[in-house]
């Protein structure tokens, strides 16, 4: 068996070139061959730390002609508490990244590899979780399976994480829909699911495999994950392109606590380093209108307040510009205090 492991990134700003020289230099640890991905330009002291680079300046991007039944959740931690963003399933970016997959397994091939291991740049891996991670190639060879996903157990319909899989090659390139354009990715659907419908490229893959036979792979469920990869954070950075343009990186919200009907929270964060300040008015039932001033200077910054229930909806501004409005009776937005 021959490895090598596909390492996805998408770079733009400078904590994730940080993280992913870091990244890297753990996988090197267990000497790993590394095919670095992006459709952005990679820094010459990152090519330099491994094996192949593939550049694709072609970033592309789902179309907007598609059903969007179903929502994304993007989670993240303000410290003490948790909230969880519902957006539309959206996904523009998956599209560059189906394609790249594809490219790169191609490519894994004519290199003279057998199989291959798909990673994200920016997984916070605890040293048992890293150990454990290193085993998977060994345990899919003695159970005799051609590949390994890890459930996502909470999604309905199923799928599988993009976190981290691992294939045969061959088997791959042979029994796996290629995904080439956004019209590979469209068909495969129509023919599967018999509508426009968009699915995220979680869905897909799991399809996939479904498709191809699930006996073939070895799943790993998330009570599973959670007892051999402990203490893992596997998604530590988040695309701005996951997130709807009418948010410009920064969304300014409301948010239904999940053990109180007493209140709601307007929380805004911000997605990049450009700082930022925003003008919220929040209007009451009773003809009250309350205005919220936050200000965020970096990546990660945030600002929360709580307001009474009878909120009908808040105006969000930007430079003296309305951005958007939001009803509370269309809010499926939580946060978590721990």
């Known amino acids: 068996m021959k490895v090598l492991t596909i390492l996805d990134c998408y770079i733009h700003n400078e904590t994730i070139i940080n993280k992913l020289s870091e990244f890297i230099d753990r996988l090197k640890t267990k000497k790993s061959d590394i095919l670095l991905v992006s459709n952005t330009v990679i820094p010459k002291e990152i090519q330099q730390k491994v094996e192949f680079c593939l550049y694709d300046s072609n970033n592309n991007l789902f179309s907007d002609n598609w059903v969007f039944p179903e929502n994304y959740v993007v989670h993240s931690d303000l410290g003490g508490a948790k909230i969880l963003d519902i957006f539309p399933l959206l996904q523009p970016h998956g599209l560059s990244v189906m394609i790249n997959l594809f490219n790169a397994v ?62 045969d090659i061959d088997f791959f390139l042979e029994k796996f829909q290629h995904v080439k354009n956004e019209d590979d990715y469209r068909a495969f659907i129509h023919k599967i699911n018999k509508n426009n419908n968009f699915i995220n490229v979680e869905r897909f893959l799991y399809l996939s495999a479904e498709v191809v036979g699930l006996d073939n792979f070895l799943f790993i469920d998330e009570n599973e994950r959670d007892i051999n990869f402990p203490n893992t954070y596997w998604n530590s950075e988040i695309s701005p392109n996951n997130i709807p343009k009418k948010y410009k990186n920064c969304s300014s919200r409301m948010y239904l606590p999940m053990t109180s009907n007493e209140f709601v929270v307007v929380c805004s964060f911000n997605y990049d380093n450009q700082p930022r300040e925003r003008i919220i008015h929040c209007h009451f039932d009773d003809g009250v209108i309350y205005t919220i001033n936050h200000q965020m200077t970096t990546k990660n910054s945030f600002n929360i307040h709580s307001i009474t229930p009878n909120v009908t909806h808040i105006e969000v501004f930007q430079d003296g510009e309305l951005l958007y409005t939001e009803n509370i009776a269309d809010v499926k937005n939580l946060i978590e205090y721990y």
Not at 139 to 151: N, P, Q, W
Request: proline share 5%; net charge neutral; aromatic share 18%.
């Open 106 to 167: 191609k490519i894994s091939k004519s290199l003279g590899y057998t199989h291959f291991e798909k990673l994200e740049y920016d997984p916070l891996f605890s040293q048992t979780s890293f150990d454990n991670i290193s085993k998977i190639p060994s345990i899919c060879t003695e159970k005799e399976k051609k590949g390994v996903f890890f459930l996502n157990d909470r999604s309905v319909p199923q799928d599988v994480s993009f976190h981290y899989f691992f294939c």
